[in-house]
C-alpha cells in the first residue's frame, strides 16, 4: 500500500501584489482558512440519434467561459487592514497569486492573474477575536505556471 503524498497548510497560499512594488507578492496576514476554484460556464445542446430517433440523446456542452475565485477566512490581522480596504476600494483589478508548494515533478508551481476583491467582511463576537472574510474572482486569464 502507498500512502497520498499531500500538502500541509501552508502548501497553498494567496499572495496580493504589493502596491509599492510591482512584481513582489505578499501573502496577507491571518487567513486560517483559503481555497480556489475554477469553474467553466458551459451551454448545452440535445443532440438526436439520427440513425434511432428513439433513443435517448445524449447532452453536448460547449464551453462558454472560465473564472477562477478565490476564498478565505481568519483572524483580522491589523497589518492586513489597510491592504485589503485599498484592494476593495480600488476599481481596477489587482494581481493576486496561488502558490502551490512542491517542484514540478511534484505538480508545484502558481496560478497568477488579475483579480477583484468582491467580498471583505469584517465580523466580531464578544469574546473573541475579530474576523475577515474575503472573495475575490479573476478578470482574465489566470494561467499556471510549473515550479523548477
Known amino acids: 500500500m502507498s500512502s497520498a503524498a499531500t500538502l500541509p497548510f501552508s502548501g497553498v497560499s494567496v499572495k496580493l501584489e504589493s502596491p509599492t512594488a510591482a512584481g513582489t507578492f505578499e ?20 443532440i438526436p440519434d439520427c440513425a434511432d430517433e428513439d433513443a435517448a440523446p445524449y447532452v453536448e456542452r460547449d464551453v462558454v467561459s472560465k ?4 476564498t478565505g477566512k481568519g483572524v483580522m490581522a491589523r497589518q492586513s487592514i489597510g ?16 502558490d502551490l508548494a512542491g517542484s514540478g515533478a511534484q505538480s508545484g508551481g502558481r496560478w497568477e492573474g488579475s483579480f477583484h476583491l468582491t467580498s471583505f467582511e469584517v465580523g466580531a463576537v464578544r469574546g473573541e477575536r475579530c474576523t475577515v472574510s474575503v472573495a475575490l474572482q479573476s478578470s482574465g486569464p489566470v494561467p499556471f505556471t510549473p515550479a523548477a
Do not use: Y
Open 27 to 46: 501573502a496577507p496576514c491571518g487567513l486560517t482558512e483559503r481555497a480556489v476554484q475554477f469553474t467553466k460556464e458551459v451551454n448545452s445542446a440535445v
Open 67 to 70: 473564472s477562477v475565485s478565490i
Open 83 to 98: 491592504r485589503w480596504r485599498a484592494a476593495f476600494e480600488a476599481d481596477q483589478p489587482m494581481r493576486a497569486r496561488i
